[in-house]
């Protein structure tokens, strides 16, 4: 069965600590797999994706296909970073995306 | 560009009646998908209709029903609502269906509250 499990619901860390939000999946075959943060009152948005291999906004994400899981990782949180994070798969040719329940991150002042 | 647009933006309906929720696409989207978001939860996938035809459908009961329009814009209808019905319902568009990461982009939702 395809699923992403986010095992934290909340998240919270001071200022200028290191975040990591775990993200684990389930699928057979090749994932395409994405971090959407929605921030307070505004709509769900893309951070980033594991295809592309960036970084946004000193967030990034690698895929362990071994360990089944797609971290998401800041080395210093921002208070702006204070949101909702959602990992998301993709799998085959459709667009559905399977989401995870969801982390709220709150970095403390 | 406006974004993806969705109406109404809040809705009240009460048991046994019917919705229908609107929504339209980025310019030169021509696949919408639509997700439902239960409060606590991570959005779940309903339909997917690109070039007017369905090309994806989640784990609903045939109460849900969508259309696409020649102009891409996109139609939910409920029927014989549920108090369980009530969520945030979220359309999102991208420019085909292929792979590769292609990007979706979302509304701001309608919220739905079924008395």
């Known amino acids: 069965a395809q699923r992403v499990t986010q095992p934290e619901k909340l998240l919270s860390v001071f200022k200028g600590a290191p975040v990591e939000l775990k993200c684990n999946y389930s699928?057979?075959?090749?994932?395409?797999l994405f971090w959407y943060v929605q921030y307070s009152r505004q709509r769900l948005q893309l951070l980033l994706r594991?295809?592309s291999r960036e970084s946004i906004k000193g967030f990034t994400a690698d895929l362990n296909k071994g360990e089944t899981s797609f971290h998401l990782k800041k080395p210093f949180a921002q208070e702006e970073d204070s949101a909702m994070y959602y990992c998301?798969?993709?799998?085959?040719?459709?667009?559905?995306?399977?989401f995870g329940q969801g982390t709220t991150l709150q970095v403390k002042p | 560009d406006a974004g993806v647009t969705q109406s109404p933006t809040h809705l009240i309906k009460t048991r046994g009646q019917q919705v229908t929720l609107r929504c339209s696409p980025i310019?030169?989207?021509?696949?919408v998908s639509w997700y439902q978001q239960v409060l606590g939860q991570g959005p779940q996938f309903i339909f997917q209709?690109?070039?007017?035809?369905?090309?994806g459908r989640g784990n609903f009961p045939d109460r849900f029903s969508a259309r696409q329009f020649p102009n891409y814009s996109s139609e939910l209808n409920v029927n014989a609502l549920l108090l369980g019905d009530s969520a945030l319902y979220l359309c999102?568009?991208?420019?085909?269906?292929?792979?590769?990461?292609?990007?979706?982009?979302f509304g701001p939702g309608t919220r739905l509250l079924v008395l």
């Open positions: 999102a568009s991208s420019l085909s269906t292929a792979g590769g990461g292609e990007t979706q982009y």
């Open positions: 594991h295809i």
């Open positions: 998301a798969l993709k799998g085959g040719n459709t667009g559905k995306l399977i």
């Open positions: 699928y057979s075959g090749s994932p395409e």
């Open positions: 209709y690109y070039e007017k035809e369905e090309r």
């Open positions: 310019s030169g989207h021509k696949s």
